[in-house]
Nanobody
Framework: QVHLVESGGGLVQAGGSLRLSCAVS????????MGWYRQAPGKQRELVAQ???????NYADSVKGRFTISRDNAENTVYLQMNSLRPEDTAVYYC??????????WGKGTLVTVSS
């Protein structure tokens, strides 16, 4: 059974940085494309960054040039380095496979709050 644990969120001023981590267990991590998703208050969850099993990355236009996704297959962990944060980046951030392992299972997420 897959288990996802996100961490690293917090309160930061606009222009600041955060690094999120996601520990994955219960899956063959290294063969899966992984992604970071976020859900802002009152909005649908969206995929903001993804990384393939071969390390290929892709980003939503809203975060391109500011966020960097990476993975450590030895540690079954995926990271999201977030720089130049903006108030509109405020959201709960989740990691999951791309596409998600399940339509119903998500980790608890980690809250990122960016103050202006």
């Amino acid at each position: 059974q897959v288990h996802l644990v996100e961490s690293g969120g917090g309160l930061v001023q606009a222009g600041g940085s955060l690094r999120l981590s996601c520990a994955v267990s219960g899956s063959d991590f290294r063969i899966n494309a992984m992604g970071w998703y976020r859900q802002a208050p009152g909005k649908q969850r969206e995929l903001v960054a993804q990384i393939g099993s071969d390390g290929t990355t892709n980003y939503a236009d809203s975060v391109k040039g500011r966020f960097t996704i990476s993975r450590d297959n030895a540690e079954n962990t995926v990271y999201l380095q977030m720089n130049s944060l903006r108030p509109e980046d405020t959201a709960v951030y989740y990691c999951n496979r791309v596409p998600p392992y399940s339509t119903t299972y998500w980790g608890k997420g980690t809250l990122v709050t960016v103050s202006s």
